[in-house]
């Protein structure tokens, strides 16, 4: 999947006072041990250890990694088009223009070749994930599913929607976890990287949750919950909090949060009397599940 970098919602290097891990090295940071992620709590798939695919052993999966091309570099311009950033020529411009910086230098010469699978590229300052080898997936995970790549006791787990990939051989892991009970968007990835960035508490990605909940929620419950609100394990704070419907006993509310704590959306609601009879995550960082107010009023209208 060719894709800019950070339209993923992770905050850009260049552009955040944040601590860099591993410097321009993204695959060498930490968090990486024998060349296998561990930056989720994600068991390793069954499967992973599928024989790597040599070049002439078939279709490659990266047309960038044999051949000449690999040797010698590929053009910047068509690094660019294959990552979806622009069209060739358009990607011309914007090398022209200036707009284009490889390995922390501006490129303005046409012919430049890069190697796309441990090159930095960006555009106007922006990463650009040229590297075809990583993986991201956005998945709506379904409630009563458990976050694991693989489940002992044969209960359906995210481990079993990308079982066909896992056994092509990507080295998936899930970023993070859901509850079993918790639907929506689950990242999975072979990228340590990026499970850094948003996993990390020191980035504080907001993840972003639907929540209908019993009782009808004031709208001033959003003053105690951004204020904090003391659990078990210490206090909490909503960086967002809004109640988009309150009737006939209950409510569907819309909380952001940077916490990753067990159950920690559940635990906060049914501290302040607000008991989550459903969980959905909408968003991690600007990553988001595409759920429309018609379909949230429906599933609303489907707790009732
Ligand atoms: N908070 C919860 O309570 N559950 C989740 O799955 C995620 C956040």
Redesign the pocket.
């Known amino acids: 999947m060719n894709r800019p970098a950070r339209r993923d919602g992770t905050p850009d290097r260049s552009r955040t006072s944040k601590p860099r891990k591993g410097a321009e090295q993204p695959r060498k940071q930490a968090g990486r041990q024998g060349g296998v992620p561990r930056l989720s709590n994600a068991k390793p798939a069954r499967t992973q250890n599928v024989p790597v695919r040599e070049p002439g052993d078939g279709a490659p999966s990266n047309p960038w990694t044999v051949g000449d091309a690999a040797a010698e570099g590929v053009r910047l311009q068509k690094v660019l088009a294959q990552a979806g950033v622009a069209s060739r020529r358009v990607a011309e411009e914007m090398i022209a223009d200036g707009r284009v910086e490889v390995d922390g230098e501006i490129v303005t010469e046409q012919g430049r070749r890069v190697d796309p699978n441990v090159a930095v590229v960006r555009v106007d300052g922006v990463r650009v994930v040229v590297n075809e080898n990583l993986v991201h997936l956005a998945l709506n995970k379904p409630r009563g599913w458990q976050s694991t790549m693989s489940d002992d006791m044969g209960r359906p787990c995210v481990g079993d929607i990308v079982a066909e990939r896992v056994a092509a051989g990507q080295r998936l892991f899930h970023v993070g976890r859901?509850?079993a009970d918790?639907e929506g968007l689950l990242l999975v990835t072979n990228d340590g990287e990026l499970a850094h960035r948003l996993m990390h508490p020191s980035y504080e990605v907001p993840k972003t949750?639907l929540a209908w909940v019993q009782g009808e929620v004031p709208r001033r419950l959003g003053n105690t919950l951004r204020n904090g609100v003391e659990l078990e394990d210490g206090p909490v704070k909503a960086d967002k909090f809004s109640v988009l419907e309150a009737s006939e006993g209950r409510s569907m509310v819309r909380i952001v949060l940077h916490e990753g704590r067990k159950?920690?959306?559940?635990?906060l609601l049914a501290e302040v009397g607000h008991p989550v009879e459903r969980?959905v995550?909408t968003h991690v960082g600007s990553v988001a599940l595409a759920i429309s107010v018609r379909a949230r009023c429906a599933c609303s209208a489907a707790t009732k």
């Open positions: 859901l509850d918790t949750y159950h920690i959306v559940r635990r969980l995550r």
